[in-house]
């Protein structure tokens, strides 16, 4: 199995001059100005067939919450439209550089996350689209997502364009710096709070300050301990997940008993058999839990409608809890354009790609298969439900903070990046000036447009009954 990019087609060796002769070279397949604007292509599909092809093989009781969850902005529109963004970037010309894609690199996807020694680190946080592909694609995503919601908070052209250029930038110059470094300094790389404390130090006002020493101190409280008061209770005397239909809709309350057993045996077994995804270490300490209750949950915007479990396991008791979230894991929307994967689980996919890319990993990442009760088998990733989670909110964010914001969003996927893919010709490519800076903020204004033509579309089509929405 592939589980990293080399350098050189076929394994090759290449030096530094040979590589960063590659990436120059790269300019002229692909100007850096030449990513300036944003096209759509002739023939480009109808934006909502590309959103109900997805919706097709998702559970259909739960398609109208994605459509309703779309339809509130165009920022939220575009969180769950990657399939669409990724057609648009496959049928445009491509710089021939690849490193690992996250495939979703928006800005809401950019984290505080914990390691595995409980430190606080800053990360990026989905995966669900991962393949290796053009390097550019995921730093285009990052650009029209902080236009997007800038242009949603108000902010004027002249601070989207400075908010733009300083997270292209920030990626500019660290993917330079990574290029100086030796593999093993490169892979040591990564971002803690104390990073981001001092960031916010010299960049944020007090107000500012005071947000992110907020935003530290709660991602602290999101761990299994608080999940687990909030979504369990005591039933019977035994502790169950509490229903919250939609939302969360516990095994007992989704069907009747021979159709429930079967299916929780099918998840039961899941849980087992992820275990052997596991390292040696860490499949012995989940062997030290016991699974006690299963309920369906609706996650995200663009993963409404996929199938996904939370799993209450206990340990040394009843006050020694672990949730672990079972997600299923499809054809990345990125397949289509840049080949398929090399692993034959989607579940793998995910992991494989989320294990090259973070610095710091949940110690329960996994993933395995199950066969559903239409015998059909799907692929799972299985991690932590919540795990010292820190999450960005850009509508409270003023245009200074977006900034600072958007260049630790940059700065984190050029580690990834660096840690994937050729950083030595993607950094000469970029080169040392502002070139491709500039362009991308012609090209995430130009996506912003196409974004809010997109996601009128998907009003209409759902004020004609094109397509049903619900709002939860």
Not at 149 to 175: F, L, P, W
Not at 346 to 370: E, H, T
Request: glycine content about 10%.
């Amino acid at each position: 199995m592939q589980t990293s990019i080399t350098p050189a087609a076929g394994g090759t060796y290449l030096t530094p001059t040979e590589r960063a002769a590659a990436g120059k070279a790269a300019r002229r397949i692909l100007p850096r100005s030449a990513h300036g604007e944003f096209t759509a292509a002739a023939g480009r599909p109808d934006p909502i067939d590309v959103i109900e092809s997805q919706s097709a093989t998702r559970v259909p009781d739960l398609v109208p919450i994605r459509y309703g969850r779309m339809a509130e902005s165009p920022f939220r529109f575009y969180r769950g439209a990657a399939a669409i963004m990724a057609a648009d970037l496959g049928a445009a010309p491509r710089t021939g550089l690849t490193a690992q894609l996250c495939g979703d690199a928006h800005l809401m996807n950019f984290r505080l996350l914990a390691s595995p020694e409980r430190r606080l680190m800053f990360d990026i946080n989905d995966f669900d689209e991962t393949l290796p592909g053009p390097w550019e694609w995921d730093v285009k995503r990052l650009a029209a997502s902080l236009v997007i919601a800038g242009r949603e908070n108000g902010y004027s052209a002249k601070e989207r364009a400075a908010i733009v250029r300083a997270a292209v930038g920030s990626y500019r110059e660290r993917m330079r710096y990574f290029a100086g470094l030796g593999n093993l300094a490169v892979w040591y790389e990564r971002a803690d709070v104390e990073e981001l404390r001092a960031t916010a130090g010299k960049r944020l006002d007090k107000r500012g300050r005071g947000r992110v020493t907020k935003a530290v101190g709660k991602a602290r409280t999101r761990d299994n301990l608080r999940a687990f008061e909030k979504l369990t209770h005591l039933l019977h005397g035994e502790r169950r997940f509490v229903a919250d239909p939609p939302l969360i809709v516990p095994l007992d309350d989704m069907l009747p008993g021979a159709e429930r057993d079967r299916l929780e045996a099918g998840l039961r077994e899941l849980v087992d058999r992820y275990a052997g995804s596991l390292s040696m270490d860490r499949r012995h300490l989940l062997q030290q839990y016991r699974v006690v209750d299963i309920a369906r949950k609706v996650v995200g915007v663009g993963s409404v409608g996929t199938r996904c479990w939370i799993v209450l396991l206990l340990g040394k008791d009843d006050q020694d809890p672990l949730i672990l979230q079972a997600k299923e894991a499809d054809t990345s929307v990125l397949a289509e354009h840049v080949g398929g994967s090399v692993y034959d689980n989607q579940g793998c996919r995910v992991v494989a790609g989320q294990r090259l890319m973070q610095s710091v990993g949940d110690i329960f990442l996994g993933w395995d298969r199950v066969q559903g009760l239409d015998d059909r088998q799907r692929d799972f990733y299985i991690r932590q439900f919540n795990d010292w989670k820190g999450v960005a909110v850009p509508q409270i964010m003023v245009p200074r903070g977006m900034r600072v914001f958007g260049e630790l969003c940059g700065a984190t996927l050029a580690r990834a990046h660096a840690r994937s893919g050729d950083r030595i010709a993607v950094a000469a490519y970029l080169g040392a000036g502002d070139v491709f800076d500039r362009a991308l903020v012609g090209f995430a204004e130009s996506y912003a447009d196409q974004n809010e033509r997109d996601h009128r579309a998907l009003t209409e089509a759902i004020g004609t009954g094109r397509v049903i929405a619900v709002t939860t």
